[in-house]
């Protein structure tokens, strides 16, 4: 079964953050649906944000620091691409039922996750992590909450993948997301952040939840005035199968926080 977005006329015209049922994601069926096996597109991600982090490191080496990845509800590889650079990573999520997915893949997450970490080792300060498995037992920590209260400057790298235009059909939420996110690093600190080009909202299970419509030109306007120089944009398209109805293609976004 394909289950489409809403009629018009059947959704309502604005569902905010507040309004969609958050504790009814099926992290299960999401997992199945989006991770079961490495797309395309998912791979050409984890290339650039790979070699992303690595230029950063190479050019501004120094101890690891504590890293976050935002909304990570039941996805572990954005964590993963962390994982050569941190000294522990908060896995920040709001959803109970994706935070306790999160809490029993950390102690040991499945097999489907290594087909990603595949990608990542082709890399050299990741193949140095030989037990990706007990690194991230050791350094995750599963935190529950909303990213409108996010604290301010406290970490020192960060991703966020298809959140802050995955939970709001509003663009303000949608740049507040991106600001509250940008917000929670510390000045110098890169990041990555994947979103859904023209989404149209998505369903999980028998649950639909909002998104709103985004384009790259957007993405960088929101992010620029928190970074330290240029935005990186990269459109990934569609290749191969749609992974669904209703979106344009997935883009990423790679910088470096500002000191404001
Ligand atoms: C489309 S999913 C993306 C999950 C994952 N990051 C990925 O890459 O597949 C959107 C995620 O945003 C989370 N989310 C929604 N509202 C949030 C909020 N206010 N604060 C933090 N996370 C939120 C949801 O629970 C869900 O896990």
Redesign the pocket.
């Known amino acids: 079964m394909v289950l489409r977005p809403p009629a018009p006329g059947v959704v309502k015209a604005q569902e905010l953050?507040?309004d969609?049922d958050?504790n009814a994601?099926d992290s299960e069926a999401?997992v199945a649906h989006?991770?079961r096996d490495l797309r395309p597109d998912d791979e050409q991600i984890i290339r650039i944000v790979r070699d992303y982090f690595t230029d950063h490191f190479r050019r501004h080496p120094g101890d690891p620091v504590p890293g976050i990845?935002?909304?990570?509800?039941?996805?572990l590889?954005?964590a993963l691409t962390l994982l050569p650079w941190c000294s522990e990573i908060t896995l920040?999520?709001?959803?109970a039922?994706?935070a306790a997915w999160l809490e029993r893949q950390v102690t040991g997450y499945e097999p489907n996750w290594d087909a990603f970490w595949d990608v990542l080792r082709e890399a050299r300060p990741y193949a140095g992590t030989e037990n990706p498995r007990a690194a991230l037992r050791l350094a995750a920590r599963v935190k529950q909450?909303?990213?409108?209260s996010l604290p301010e400057a406290r970490w020192g790298i960060g991703t966020?993948?298809?959140?802050a235009e995955?939970?709001?059909t509003a663009h303000e939420e949608f740049q507040e997301?991106v600001r509250r996110f940008a917000e929670c690093l510390l000045p110098g600190a890169p990041f990555a952040a994947?979103f859904?080009e023209g989404s149209e909202g998505?369903a999980?299970g028998d649950e639909f939840?909002p998104?709103c419509s985004v384009t790259g030109a957007q993405v960088r306007d929101t992010l620029t005035p928190f970074a330290e120089g240029e935005v990186q944009i990269h459109s990934i398209g569609i290749p191969g199968d749609p992974l669904r109805v209703g979106y344009k293609g997935m883009l990423v976004a790679c910088g470096r926080r500002n000191s404001d």
């Open positions: 953050n507040d969609a958050w994601f999401y989006n991770y990845d935002v909304g990570s509800g039941a996805n590889y954005p920040f999520e709001y959803a039922t994706n909450g909303n990213l409108f966020m993948f298809f959140v995955s939970m709001t997301g994947a859904m998505y999980v939840f998104a």
